[in-house]
């Protein structure tokens, strides 16, 4: 993706976050998602968008309680989503 850079610094930039590397770090979950996965995105209309990988995953932000934790690399990467939006791609899936 031509914005992986950014993703990285912005990352890098969120000083106050604490990341971890998998989703059940951070709550109890069926879904094993973890960073560098490969994930289809629903959105609330049932339209699907991807593969996106997996960027990051964490609690420490203003969304959380909204149950948004999950980074991807998509063009609004500052804007966690929820793991309930997400379908993890099994290793060589393509959407």
Known sequence: MENSKAIADWLK???????????SSIRETSKEIKVGDMVMYTNQFGATFGPYEVMA????N??????????LNKESYWFPCKP?????????QVG
């Open 84 to 92: 309930e939006e997400l379908t993890l791609l099994q290793h060589g």
């Open 62 to 71: 203003s969304l959380w309680k909204y149950g948004r934790c999950v980074y």
């Open 13 to 23: 930039s969120q000083k106050n976050m604490r990341f971890v590397g998998n989703l």
């Open 57 to 60: 995953i964490s609690k420490d």
